[in-house]
């Protein structure tokens, strides 16, 4: 197997200009021309059979090597309305105008920059060593995972019937542990996530005469606080689940009652029926807490994002988890705990009914992570996802994402 990675000295100085590349044009979802239109140019130049707008901007390589299994490599390439503030020489100045209309900056703060170029670098090396396996590569790059529509957008737009069909689906996420290490999941992997808008109706007025109006402030401010109760009174200790309000919009002015407010709400869990029941209680707090109000208008929600519950198949994850200890040493291959975390990889494989198996791998620079656990200050000094000063220390980073890929790959064709 040795002689698989070699390949990666001969092209790890291109990838790493490319991550930077990739890092300092980040796209929002759905308009990732540009990141688009670079990956299908490499994926040419490795002599893979290209197509583009897959799902609106996905793209997806096949590369063919006779009689064998089909495996699914995916990687998605959406970035986030966040400003970056990592102070990198390469650090993204993008802005862009959002779903809304309004101009966000823009920055790879969830690492999909990393993905891609790691499945790049694997499809480089899974070529070098033709020799070594038999059977075909749907290489994807997702669009739109962060507002979970990419994923869905694809198995729309006919992927199953025009791509070769999978036998095992495979993917990887950087995440802040240490880097050089992978960390592996087996079932119930991470979170179904649910994000909605809901719009609460009051009665505008001078703030002079509140008598006079029905105060939507008010409303959502006691509706916010009244579904912090539901995961602590409704679910049992033995589920798990997650209401978080995101967002609360109410109002121009400090003398002015508005006429309505509105409330972003984001809900996890890892079982349909808790799911329900959350999802329910939250209708019935809001409403109840609308009527309390005096509201002359029912609230009204809207459904923003539905993530489905990502189930990493047992067999599946053992054997991929004995390559990675093959290629990485058994040091490095972790078991994590499920995550509340949320992604739209599990629809491919639930589409094709085949397996799916998801890992994360580390992007935090050992020594900074190692201080921060023994002062048991990880949360405080090493940023997440999502965060501003999110940025994967470039090695042994990358390695590890082009090895565990390739190293995974490779089990399943060999």
Known sequence: MDEVFRRLDDIRDDLTALYKDLHAHPELSFQEYRTAAEVARRLEALGLEVTTGVGRTGVVGVLRNGAGPTVLLRADFDALPVLEQTG???????????ADGSDVPVMHACGHDM?????????DLLIAARSRWSGTVVAVFQPAEEIGAGARAMLDD?????????????GQHVFPFQSGFVGMMSGP????????KITMFGRGGHGSQPQNAIDPVVMASATVMR???????????????????????AGTKENIIPDQAELLVNIRSFDERVRERVLAAVRRIVRAEAIASGAEREPEFEELTRFPLLVNDPDATSRTTGALRAALGDHAVLDLPPAMASEDVGLFGSAAGVPTCYWFFGGTEPGRFQRALAEDRVAQEVPANHSPGFAPVIEPTLTTGVTALTAAALEWLA
Do not use: N
């Not at 992997?189 to 909605?196: E, G």
């Open 227 to 249: 579904l912090q109760t539901v995961v602590s009174r409704e679910v049992s200790g033995d589920d798990t689940a997650v209401v978080t309000v995101g967002s609360i919009r």
């Open 88 to 98: 990198l020489d390469y650090a993204s100045a993008q802005r862009a105008t959002a």
């Open 189 to 196: 992997s991470m979170s179904a996530a649910d994000s909605v």
């Open 115 to 123: 993905h891609v170029t790691s499945l790049l670098g694997a499809l």
């Open 158 to 170: 006919g992927f199953l019937e025009r791509f070769p069909r999978p036998d095992v689906c495979l």
